[in-house]
T-cell receptor, first 113, second 112 residues
């Protein structure tokens, strides 16, 4: 029972490099979310997708793009990484119909040097 | 917009009860959640409550909601060292696909 799977688990980037964080869920959920976690800041919403085919900005979208590839997959792209994007990134999903719980992946720990 | 506030630290002795507090600002009907994060791990949903409820109990966990004061608490009875973690309060309005808004988390340290 995989739930929400994120890849990679760890990544080190040089400033200016690009990368895509992958997220997939196998629970047939409609909504998917990307959060970042920084010490003392809690979780802040970067982007979300309320349903397949839609995406919306969250609290801290600058420097990121997202793609809702299909119902299962929601990727987060850093086009030109900056040290300020060093963080732990979490993907989450939620059914959106009847089921109110949100489930999280194990996180991607990204360091930009 | 919504805002969720928590105290950052709590220290308790093993065997005592822990009470973690949270306040929120959303005035609409809402779901309120407690998540636990152990070091290096993701977020694990502990429990949740709908805003028309006053209390929910699940084994050692008791959630109390004061809707008038927009105050939520999580009580952990007989706290164990394995309860040491960061606890996040979160809320989302009744609309089904709206993202969860999180507090900054309370770091619970259990002293043996």
């Amino acid at each position: 029972n995989a739930g929400v799977t994120q890849t990679p688990k760890f990544q080190v980037l040089k400033t200016g490099q690009s990368m895509t964080l992958q997220c997939a869920q196998d629970m047939n959920h409609n909504s998917m979310y990307w959060y970042r976690q920084d010490p003392g800041m809690g979780l802040r919403l970067i982007y979300y997708s309320a349903s397949e085919g839609t995406t919306d900005k969250g609290e801290v979208p600058n420097g990121y793009n997202v793609s809702r590839l299909n119902k299962r997959e929601f990727s987060l792209r850093l086009e030109s990484a900056a040290p300020s994007q060093t963080s732990v990134y979490f993907c989450a999903s939620r059914a959106g119909t009847g089921e109110v719980r949100a489930f999280f992946g194990q996180g991607t720990r990204l360091t930009v040097v | 917009g919504e805002d969720v506030e928590q105290s950052l630290f709590l220290s308790v002795r093993e065997g005592d009860s822990s009470v973690i507090n949270c306040t929120y600002t959303d005035s609409s009907s809402t779901y309120l959640y407690w998540y636990k994060q152990e070091p290096g791990a993701g977020l694990q949903l502990l429990t949740y409550i709908f805003s028309n409820m006053d209390m929910k109990q699940d084994q050692r966990l008791t959630v109390l909601l004061n809707k008038k004061d927009k105050h939520l608490s999580l009580r952990i009875a007989d706290t164990q060292t394995g309860d040491s973690a960061i606890y996040f309060c979160a809320e989302t309005p009744l609309e089904r696909n709206t993202p969860l808004v999180f507090g900054k988390g309370t770091r619970l340290s259990v002293i043996a």
